[in-house]
């Protein structure tokens, strides 16, 4: 008898598998990958950091616009041929990035690297993988998202590294190809879930009709995450920056959020299996009160040492809030309107990166040091612990109302 799935149950790890991959390379490059760039062009250009790391904030918006309509387009015609197109624009762009020293061009070529090649991949690879398991779903989310936590890690690495190599524009190259020899592949192992048996599908149906309408939860799922990504993305995209500017080498700086990330795929993994566990919104709801309580305390920290032990601490909380959201949207969204609900979601939650990320380098600008911005993130995670909370409560109220 087969197991959860009416096909060869093992191919849903290759799914998973070629997905965590396929978010490593494709999420790290477009919604931190800039910040091993922030302090080298700021150097070689003369460029302000607010002006560089606008470049990300083009990236991620062109992300938020485009995960609304090419998840749309994935529902029509499938994920392969979609995420297929979008890692294969991502590479074009980097590599026409390596022939770019004009800063409006930079911001041009990464809005149309996040709305036609992130923002291909990232509705589609989550949907895929939520619809190829009907039980255990946390647990399946939280491995594929961990490969964008080893992303955002490992890219930045990677780039700080290419770039002493091969300076900036050799950086960009090299990434460019490397994208396109990987993740070619990768594309080409999505297919579909095999048809669902007449229990599975009458289970499915079963999953239209949620606790709370899937149009109020789409909403508050949306502000909460402007929120939450807002004060994420402060110390993915500034914690570098913050480093050097405590006297240590882009390598060094760049190796403490490698180790951060390597420390949040385990963090991913353990709140998906939260997830499964204690449910979806309270392991989210856990995820975010741990980053709003130490993300503040990275303008205190001054020794090397120091920062790598915070940022495992800090990183392993942290990784549990993209997984918590991603379930909540797979608990509480209908399978008829999932991909939608993961693009609208999406789109929101790329706001508040570019958002945090944007401001966190204006702020720089302005005040000369950090403390303001991520001050401002740490506000921003106390309005979405709010949000979620009442969230919460409307999920939890018609079990409140049944008489004793």
């Known amino acids: 008898m087969l197991n959860e799935t009416s096909g060869p149950p093992a191919y849903r790890w290759v799914i998973v598998i070629a997905s965590s991959l396929i978010l490593a390379i494709s999420m790290g490059a477009i919604v931190n990958g800039i910040s091993a760039f922030v302090v080298p062009m700021?150097?070689?250009y003369g460029w302000q950091r607010g002006e560089v790391t606008l470049i990300n904030m083009a990236g991620i918006m062109g992300l938020a616009f485009g995960g609304v309509v090419m998840g749309r387009q994935a529902d029509r015609r499938g994920a392969r041929p979609i995420v297929l197109f979008g890692v294969i624009v991502l590479g074009l762009c980097y590599l026409a990035a390596s022939r770019v020293t004009?800063?409006?061009?930079?911001?041009?070529?990464?809005?149309?690297?996040g709305f036609f090649g992130a923002g291909a991949i990232f509705p589609p690879v989550m949907a895929i993988v939520g619809h190829w398991f009907q039980t255990g779903a946390g647990m399946a989310i939280?491995?594929?998202?961990?490969?964008?936590?080893?992303?955002q890690g490992g890219i930045p690495f990677a780039s700080s590294l290419l770039i002493a190599a091969l300076g900036i524009q050799g950086a960009y190259g090299a990434t460019g190809l490397f994208m396109l020899a990987a993740m070619v592949p990768l594309a080409l192992l999505l297919r579909p879930p095999p048809a669902l048996t007449a229990a599975q599908d009458m289970a499915a149906m079963a999953e239209e009709d949620t606790a709370v309408p899937a149009n109020e939860v789409i909403f508050r799922l949306s502000v909460a995450i402007v929120l939450c990504c807002t004060c994420m993305s402060v110390p993915l995209i500034h914690l570098v920056p913050l480093i050097q500017d405590r006297g240590f080498a882009p390598q060094e700086a760049s190796s403490v959020i490698f180790v951060m990330m390597l420390v949040a795929i385990g963090g991913r993994l353990a709140f998906g299996k939260l997830a499964d566990v204690i449910g979806a919104l309270p392991a989210y709801m856990t995820a975010t009160a741990w980053m709003t309580l130490m993300v503040f305390g990275f303008i205190y920290?001054?020794?090397?040492?120091?920062?790598y032990i915070y940022a495992i601490v800090y990183g392993f909380g942290y990784a549990g809030v993209m997984?918590?959201?991603?379930?909540?949207?797979?608990?509480?969204t209908p399978p008829s309107r999932r991909a939608f609900a993961l693009g609208i979601v999406g789109m929101f939650g790329w706001f508040g990166h570019a958002i945090g990320g944007y401001q966190g380098g204006l702020l720089y600008d302005y005040t000369g040091n950090y403390t303001a911005a991520y001050a401002v993130a740490a506000v921003a995670g106390i309005l979405n612990l709010i949000v979620v909370s009442g969230l919460y409560r409307k999920t939890r109220a018609p079990a409140q109302m049944i008489p004793a």
């Open 42 to 44: 700021q150097e070689a």
């Open 102 to 113: 004009i800063l409006w061009q930079l911001y041009v070529l990464f809005f149309i690297a």
């Open 142 to 151: 939280g491995i594929a998202s961990a490969g964008q936590a080893l992303g």
């Open 301 to 307: 920290v001054e020794s090397l040492k120091s920062f």
């Open 323 to 332: 997984t918590g959201v991603l379930v909540s949207i797979r608990v509480l």
